[in-house]
Every structure is written in structure tokens, then in C-alpha cells.
């Protein structure tokens, strides 16, 4: 699974933004996918979650301003921030968990993709 995330950009404090991630490559064998930032000098968080019955789940932090949505499939993740903040400023990372079925029993892999970058100023 490779996977192209998009839609950063420098926006004012209660402004919005929406990141895209395409996904390509066994898109079938996604079973969830999330949001991660990591700001400057942090720990990369976890955003956002959904999984293929479509399952949503916030860090608290974001709770009611974020949402995730993704198409039928898994061909585009999305994110809608609204009411961003400065201290939302960081490099968002989209990621997908798999799951293959082989004979030799299932293998589970998750994926990154490459990050984009959100400026919130003040």
C-alpha cells in the first residue's frame, strides 16, 4: 500500500483546512486508517482513526473541531480541521493498517505515508 498525503498549507488561527491521502497499491487489504501530527520537538500523536465499518475515533484534543471520512473504498482518506488552532501546527502523517490472507497464515503490515505540513499562526 503506498499512500500520498496532501493539503497542507499556512492558515489564520479558527481557519480550515482538509488533507487528502490517497491510497494505491492492495487497497483491498486495508482494514483502518488514521491521522497522526507531530509537532516540532514532540512525539508523533494519534489524530484520528477509522476503520472499514466506519468507526470513527478523536484524540480528545481535536474532538469536535477534526473529522475523518474516507470514500466507498479506500481510495482517499480525508480530514476536515476546522476552528484551527495554533498549537494544531504540525506535520500530519496519514497511515493504514492491512491484513493479507496467504497460506501461511495472515500477515499484518501498516503503512506510512509522507507527511504534510500545517502552520497555524496566531
Known amino acids: 500500500v503506498q499512500l500520498q498525503a496532501s493539503g497542507g498549507g499556512l492558515v489564520q488561527a479558527g481557519g480550515s483546512l482538509r488533507l487528502s491521502c490517497a491510497a494505491s497499491g492492495s487497497i483491498f487489504s486495508i482494514t483502518s486508517m488514521e491521522w497522526h501530527r507531530q509537532a516540532a520537538g514532540k512525539q508523533r500523536e494519534l489524530v484520528a482513526s477509522?476503520?472499514?465499518?466506519?468507526?470513527?475515533n478523536y484524540a480528545a484534543a481535536v474532538k469536535g473541531r477534526f473529522t475523518i471520512s474516507r470514500d466507498n473504498g479506500w481510495d482517499t482518506l480525508y480530514l476536515q480541521m476546522n476552528s484551527l488552532k495554533p498549537e494544531d501546527t504540525a506535520v500530519y502523517y496519514c497511515?493504514?493498517?492491512?491484513?493479507?490472507?496467504?497460506?501461511?497464515?495472515?500477515?499484518?503490515?501498516?503503512?506510512w505515508g509522507q507527511g504534510t505540513l500545517v502552520t497555524v499562526s496566531s
Open positions: 497511515r493504514a493498517h492491512s491484513m493479507r490472507d496467504f497460506d501461511s497464515g495472515p500477515v499484518v503490515q501498516a503503512f
Open positions: 477509522i476503520t472499514s465499518g466506519g468507526a470513527t
